[in-house]
């Protein structure tokens, strides 16, 4: 149990459907992460959250769209995803800057 | 941001230490050096930090050179459990997320 929780596990999506990724984090923490793990490649950052505002956004496609409600809740909600978006997706916390991150076990996407 | 060079695979055998090597020259005085592990089909796990001095926790034993230049992780007791691609980054205190993760070091313990 990481104090981080990730649902769904697995997903598969069809390119024009609609989904969303959920993460719950009980740790108090108050900065959220979403990255992406492609096969064979390192761990890529996609957004950053502090306090439920959006600080980062690597230059990710506008079919992934994020949401943080809360500092203990965050969505990365899908549409008309392409299938090299196939990917383990991770959430991540940590309670400010300089902490270490806490992770999730992630979501295996899989986009037919 | 600097960069970290780690070897792509290492073995250890259960019990011994593993020693797992990073070099990260261009490393500047107000970065830290991180640790984290993947093991199968998990998110990565921290392990340990460390600025300047030595640090030791449950898990690991961190040593940085004094010249900062590079790192070694210390598992002093290896077990199969520990069998898990090993990160080395480098990132500022101010900007914790900005970790940029690497290719890591896949560390194999065998019995």
């Known amino acids: 149990e990481t104090g981080v929780t990730q649902t769904p596990r697995h997903l598969v999506m069809g390119m024009t459907n609609k989904k969303s990724l959920k993460c719950e984090q009980h740790l108090g923490h108050n900065a959220m992460y979403w990255y992406k793990q492609s096969a064979k490649k390192p761990l890529e950052l996609m957004f950053v959250y502090n306090f439920k505002e959006q600080t980062e956004n690597n230059s990710v496609p506008s079919r992934f769209s994020p949401e943080c409600p809360n500092s203990s809740h965050l969505f990365l909600h899908l549409h008309t995803l392409q299938p090299e978006d196939s990917a383990l997706y991770l959430c991540?916390?940590?309670?400010?800057?300089?902490?270490?991150?806490?992770f999730g076990n992630g979501t295996r996407l899989t986009v037919t | 941001d600097a960069k970290t060079t780690q070897p792509t695979s290492m073995d250890c055998a259960e019990g011994r230490a593993a020693n797992l090597p990073c070099n990260h020259s261009t490393i500047s005085g107000n970065e830290y050096v991180y640790w984290y592990r993947q093991i199968h089909s998990q998110g990565p796990q921290y392990i340990i930090h460390?600025?300047?001095n030595n640090e030791t926790n449950e898990m690991a034993s961190l040593i940085i050179t004094e010249d900062r230049k590079s790192s070694t992780l210390i598992l002093p007791h290896a077990t199969l459990r520990d069998t898990a691609v090993y990160y080395c980054?480098?990132?500022?205190?101010?900007?914790?997320?900005?970790?940029?993760f690497g290719t890591g070091t896949r560390l194999q313990v065998f019995p």
């Open positions: 991540a916390s940590s309670p400010e800057t300089y902490s270490p991150l806490h």
């Open positions: 980054i480098v990132s500022d205190g101010y900007n914790t997320d900005k970790l940029i």
């Open positions: 460390g600025l300047k």
